[in-house]
């Protein structure tokens, strides 16, 4: 199983990124898919998660209105539209499939590697 993570970069406050991440190797549109972030020095923490259609989300309430998950599963992907990014958006952004929709990261059966978001003020 893979998934990888792409879409991460440099960009100032006010900005948008939209997050991809692809995964290979499972049955895709079997799995809940979630993303978490990490920025340095603190733990992990949950961010948006998907149900398996894409009919349920879910966000963290320091995104919500900002952060937007969606899911394609013709292409095996899901995304992570972010706007209005503050520089506490900085962290490095992780992906993940899971059997439960949940908010805990250690559900999670498979994780991507990362990509770095780094926010400007």
């Known amino acids: 199983v893979q998934l990888q993570a792409s879409g991460g970069g440099l960009v100032q406050a006010g900005g948008s990124l939209r997050l991809s991440c692809a995964a290979s190797?499972?049955?895709?549109?079997?799995?809940?898919m979630g993303w978490f972030r990490q920025a340095p020095g603190k733990e992990r923490e949950f961010v948006a998660a998907i149900s398996r259609s894409g009919g349920t989300t879910a966000q963290a309430d320091s995104v919500k209105g900002r952060f937007t998950i969606s899911r394609d599963n013709a292409k095996n992907t899901v995304y992570l539209q972010m706007s209005s990014l503050k520089s506490e958006d900085t962290a490095v952004y992780y992906c993940?499939?899971?059997?439960?929709?949940?908010?805990?990261?250690?559900?999670?059966?498979?994780w991507g590697q990362g990509t770095q978001v780094t926010v400007s003020s």
């Open positions: 993940a499939a899971g059997q439960i929709f949940t908010r805990d990261g250690w559900k999670y059966d498979y």
């Open positions: 190797g499972l049955k895709f549109s079997s799995y809940m």
